[in-house]
């Protein structure tokens, strides 16, 4: 990342809803001794006044202020070394594109972007500037799937023929997706390419691979009108002041968190946004329960499954090679308590403490002819994805070497995104789709 020598680097972050607030943690608290936040972007003032208030309650003086139309010349004005996207998924790409044409690297929150054009935008502007984007694929940082990613390079289960990966989002985490902007595809790329492009991503890396073709089937289940034919349905619009929400287990209490409260209950009267919209309103558009059928370049397939509605929080891998196969398994909470019901997974802002239900996580070995072994893994946690989220700021903010090239790339992105618009393609044809008829990577 660049910097002038001898001074910290310095960061300005667009998009200040709760997904900056790690980010923030990370700039101010955690790796001040390196890195500076000199700057905040937004379309709504009261989201960084707010968050302007909790640096000065930690001690650290607020930070300017702009409109994220005025990107271009608030990087210029505030010398921005690095500018960090933590803003609406299909904000992405002009914020990525304005930011390296100003001469700034960038640190991009995931996906990259929601669509090909988007990232053929980012992709000139790489070529064009020479400057660098890094993708927070935190997962990449959860010392479980490093582990899997050094045993499947010192060739433990042989070469790899196939991959099954399972995930599993609880009625509290998943039901999030479609009470606020991510319920429109047109917004996030659905969860496809907003959640299991974490995931596509991690095989990618883990198999060293690209996507080659994808076939895929997805459907809306249980969430929007659907909840209807299943017993669930309500009729309000959004939970803040709706008797009808009282009672409701899908209802997320704004009002019961103070920092949510402040981010976008109090900031509605600026851009009209609602956090806390129904999950079985109509005018959802993305899908809540996907297979996928994937082959690589290296001949491997994978199959894929999200669930978006499950009873408990999880995700099973299972890696077939020419010499054994290795099953990694993960709780991450065995169920939704009825207290936690109406809240966020594990806290207010995401990631940002651990979930109080039970969890557990086994990563096993099983070679040919020769019992399991249980692998052990060191430094897995229950908050921040595992630790990874820590781990990914010493790489991208605090310049800690990374040996196991875990700071994912614009080119990384760009992968992770295809097989999701490769499923989006396939869920509307019902036929198998060749990625680079989407984009061409070299």
Same mark, same amino acid.
């Given at each position: 990342m660049?910097s002038r020598?001898?001074?910290?680097i310095r ?10 607030e ?7 608290r955690d790796?001040?001794d390196t ?8 379309v ?13 309650e930690?001690g650290h003086?607020?930070v300017?202020t ?7 010349a ?8 690095v500018?960090v996207v ?6 992405h790409a002009a914020?990525?594109d ?5 001469g700034?690297?960038v ?9 090909a ?10 070529a ?15 010392p479980?799937?490093?582990?899997l990613?050094e045993?499947?390079?010192d060739?433990a289960?042989?070469e790899?023929?196939?991959v099954?990966?399972e995930w599993l989002?609880?009625?509290r985490?998943g039901?999030?997706?479609?009470r ?6 047109a ?13 596509f ?7 060293d ?7 895929a089937a997805?459907?809306?289940f249980?969430?929007?009108e659907?909840?209807r034919?299943?017993g ?6 959004r939970?803040y002041?709706?008797p009808a929400a009282?009672d409701?287990?899908?209802a ?5 968190h103070?920092?949510?409260?402040e981010l976008?209950l109090?900031?509605?009267t600026?851009?009209g946004?609602?956090?806390?919209r ?5 005018g959802v ?6 297979s996928?059928?994937a ?17 408990y ?5 299972m ?9 990694l398994?993960?709780? =991450?909470? &065995?169920?939704v308590?009825? /207290?936690?019901?109406g809240?966020?997974k594990g806290? *207010?802002?995401?990631g940002d403490? $651990? +979930?109080?239900e ?8 099983r070679p040919f002819?020769?019992p ?6 060191s430094?897995h946690?229950?908050?921040g994805h ?13 310049? =800690?070497? &990374?040996?196991?090239?875990r /700071?994912a790339?614009a080119?990384?992105?760009?992968? *992770?995104l295809?097989?999701g618009? $490769? +499923?989006n393609r396939?869920?509307?044809t ?7 008829d989407?984009?061409d990577?070299?």
């Open positions: 660049s020598t001898g001074e910290r960061h300005a972050l667009v998009g200040t809803g709760s997904r900056a790690m980010f923030v943690r990370a700039l101010v790796h001040a890195a500076e936040l000199v700057a905040f972007a937004d709504n003032q009261a989201r960084m006044d707010a968050h302007n208030r909790w640096l000065g930690s003086p607020p300017p702009y409109r994220a139309d005025e990107l271009a608030t990087l210029r004005k505030e010398r921005v070394d500018l933590t803003s609406v998924d299909d904000t914020h990525i304005t930011a390296l044409r100003a700034c690297d640190i991009t929150e995931k996906p990259m972007t929601v669509d054009d988007g990232c053929r935008q980012i992709l000139a502007a790489v064009d500037t020479g400057r660098q984007v890094r993708v927070a694929f935190n997962y990449r940082y959860n479980l799937h490093e582990k990613r045993l499947l390079a060739g289960i042989g790899v023929g196939s099954h990966f989002l609880d009625v985490h039901a999030d997706y479609f606020r902007w991510h319920r429109d595809k917004h996030s790329g659905g969860l496809m390419v907003h959640k299991a492009g974490h995931h991503d991690l095989v990618n890396w883990w198999l691979a690209a996507p080659v073709e994808v076939y997805g459907r809306l249980f969430y929007g659907a909840g034919r299943h669930y349905a309500r009729d309000y619009e939970a002041g709706s009282a409701d287990p899908f997320l209490r704004l009002d019961a103070p920092k949510l409260r976008y109090d900031a509605e600026e851009d946004y609602q956090r806390d129904n999950v079985f309103a109509p558009s993305i899908e809540d329960d996907m996928v059928l082959r690589y370049s290296t001949g491997a397939t994978m199959t894929y499954h999200l669930t978006a509605y499950a009873p929080e999880g995700y099973r891998v890696v077939n090679g020419s010499r054994g196969r290795l099953e398994e993960v709780v =991450e909470s &065995d169920h308590s009825p /207290a936690s019901a809240a966020l806290a *207010a802002l995401h403490e $651990a +979930a109080v039970a969890g557990s996580a086994t990563l096993t070995l002819w020769a399991p072994q249980v692998v052990p893994v430094g946690t229950r908050s595992g630790g990874a989220d820590a781990r990914m700021a010493r790489v991208l903010i605090g310049g =800690e070497p &990374d040996p196991m090239g /700071a790339t080119r990384d992105g760009a992968l *992770a295809l097989t618009l $490769a +499923a396939s869920f509307t019902g036929a198998p789709v060749r990625v680079a989407l984009l990577l070299p």
